[in-house]
């Protein structure tokens, strides 16, 4: 084993976010899967230890750390929206195995990878799931179907709203992750929060380690179902943003 992985244990408890021995060794597995599965398919850039031990697996621990505390224990419904190779869903399963966890992706090499990597890893409980978020959205079974939607920064907040709000149900919450521009985004996001029933809780400005970066986070609540005419089609919440 890599010796960035103890170091990673350290640093996440630093984040305020214990990581076991067996938790450890499996973002170890699934680093090793990542790298050997990128040699083949574009699955991420950051392919380094300690690279990706930062900018992938500690960055999304950081998501656990605004999570109200009654629902780390719980075996909630996550979906990741945009989850590309896995993150942040991955490394929040392996964290929390006991949740029941979709992976959505529009990539089918991707959504093949995750499927690979959830199974080498054990987490029984969670799938990917390839299609487009503003159609599975609509789908019965997915909307409103989720106590927790996580993002990260794959679209400016707005659209990013549409295609993830769907598919929390009322009372569930999303978390979205962005970086420095996530202020300028949210001062835009009031009318897609409006629209979509979303409700901002809380708000964190916190800084990766090894000055790898700021993040900002934003927990908002869903307060009632998913109007009928949203998500609108494939790539329209993208052309014409509601801001």
């Not at 992985?5 to 984040?15: T, Y």
């Not at 300028?184 to 901002?200: F, M, N, Q, V």
């Not at 993040?215 to 609540?221: A, E, K, S």
Request: charged content about 25%; aromatic content about 6%; proline content about 7%.
């Amino acid at each position: 084993m890599s010796d960035i992985w103890p170091w990673f244990q350290q640093a996440a408890a630093e984040l305020g976010v214990p990581v076991t021995d067996a938790q450890r060794d499996a973002f170890a597995r699934y680093h090793e899967l990542l790298v050997e599965a990128n040699k083949v398919t574009n699955l991420t850039r950051i392919v380094d230890d300690r690279d990706a031990a930062v900018k992938h697996y500690l960055d999304s621990m950081l998501f656990l750390g605004q999570l109200p505390a009654e629902l780390h224990e719980r075996p909630l419904k996550l979906v990741d929206v945009g989850a590309g190779a896995g993150i942040p869903g991955i490394p929040l399963l392996i964290m929390r195995p006991h949740w029941h966890g979709l992976l959505v992706d529009s990539v089918g090499k991707k959504v093949q990878f995750m499927n690979e990597a959830l199974e080498a890893l054990g987490l029984s409980n969670s799938r990917a799931l390839h299609g487009r978020a503003e159609e599975l959205a609509r789908e019965p079974g997915h909307r409103d179907g989720y106590d927790l939607g996580v993002a990260r920064a794959v679209a400016a907040l707005p659209e990013l709203l549409e295609l993830c709000l769907p598919f929390v149900k009322p009372g569930g919450i999303l978390l979205v992750s962005k970086g420095a521009k996530g202020a300028e985004e949210l001062a835009s996001a009031g009318p897609a929060l409006k629209a979509l029933h979303g409700r901002l809780r809380s708000q964190a400005h916190l800084a990766l380690p090894d000055g790898a970066g700021e993040r900002n986070l934003y927990v908002i609540d869903k307060h009632d179902r998913t109007p009928a005419g949203y998500p609108r089609k494939p790539g329209i919440p993208h052309r014409k943003p509601l801001c």
